[in-house]
């Protein structure tokens, strides 16, 4: 009789605990599904920049510069007119202009960009245009608050040289290095992989701005974080395994491919340096609180206030 009664309240218990698992399979499927459908959101709020009025406006900056210009290498993935970021790389601007040589009075970066400000502003309608600023970059502003940055580049003995850090001297580049990498991962996880990366940048808006990686530095975290990625395709999972990978792969320096530096994240330091230390851990805070067993749609919703 015992053994029968122990029996029957073994039984129950684990019919308690598989009611239990059962509902929280639920409850995990429903947040899961209800994340997605918000990042869904949060991605279709990010790619609704106007690049139709992009490309008009790079068509009429190509025709300002007529026939000295060589290409002009469109990158508008993650340039400044989408989220107003520093120049950090070649993947960080709207455009590459490429130069004949002879189109420079002198051949230095300085002349460079000079050529290209001047053709801009002697070339194309006041009425549009609010400012024209040269630094590292070339930044056209217009009326309407719009902003276009241009990366200069001249064509030397057949190779694209940009300025160098210092704006002293020539870095030559391959500016199609990375982007060629970029696609090749995002093809292999079904280009799930610049979803991702446009969500992750953000979130990353509400960091410090010295405790934000710059967007170059952003995809190659994510180049590196998916490389090798065999988990769910959804925006919920790929957010949050980039966040854990890039807490991790921050603190260690990563290889520019184009040639425009050693490294694409030198102002980092060296290796685990207080810098990547720091921004670590800021990573590591977004991918907790993905991963907190007590995560809510409404803890999701504010990562992008």
């Known amino acids: 009789m015992s053994g029968s009664g122990g029996g029957g309240l073994h ?3 684990s019919q308690e605990e598989l009611r239990r698992e059962v509902e929280e399979s639920l409850r995990e499927s429903e947040l899961d599904a209800e994340v997605n459908r918000m990042l869904n959101s949060e991605l279709a709020l990010i790619n609704s920049r106007d690049t139709g009025l992009v490309n008009d406006r790079l068509d009429a900056i190509a025709e300002a510069l ?3 210009l060589i290409e002009i290498d469109r990158l508008l993935y993650g340039g400044s007119v989408a989220k107003h970021t520093y120049v950090d790389g070649i993947s960080d601007i709207d455009s590459l202009i490429v130069l004949k040589e002879s189109a420079l009075g002198e051949d230095t970066p300085v002349a460079l960009v000079e050529a290209i400000e001047k053709a801009i502003k002697r070339n194309m309608p006041a009425g549009e245009i609010e400012n024209v600023k040269s630094g590292f970059a070339v930044t056209v502003t217009y009326k309407d608050g719009g902003e276009i940055q241009l990366l200069p580049a ?3 003995k ?3 040289a940009i300025s160098d850090k210092q704006g002293s001297g020539w870095s030559l580049i391959r500016p199609k290095a990375f982007e060629e990498k970029l696609t ?3 093809e ?4 799930h992989v610049v979803p991702t990366i446009k969500l992750a940048k953000a979130i990353i808006e509400s960091f410090a701005e010295r405790d934000r990686p710059g967007g170059y530095h952003m995809e190659a975290l994510a180049v590196a974080a998916f490389e090798g990625y065999s988990g769910p395709r959804n925006n919920r999972a790929m957010l ?3 966040f854990e990978t890039a807490a991790e792969r921050i603190k260690r320096p990563i290889a520019d491919v184009t040639g425009q530096s050693s490294r694409i994240d030198e102002r980092l330091g060296p290796e685990n340096s207080s810098d990547r230390q720091r921004i670590s851990a800021c990573l590591t805070r977004v991918a907790a609180r993905m991963n907190s067993p007590t995560t809510t749609i409404e803890k999701w919703r504010k990562l992008f206030e």
């Open 184 to 186: 090749a991962v995002n």
């Open 158 to 160: 057949g190779e694209i």
């Open 240 to 242: 949050t395994h980039f």
């Open 154 to 156: 001249v064509e030397r």
């Open 188 to 191: 292999k996880q079904g280009r």
């Open 11 to 13: 039984s129950h218990r």
């Open 66 to 68: 007529g026939e000295d």
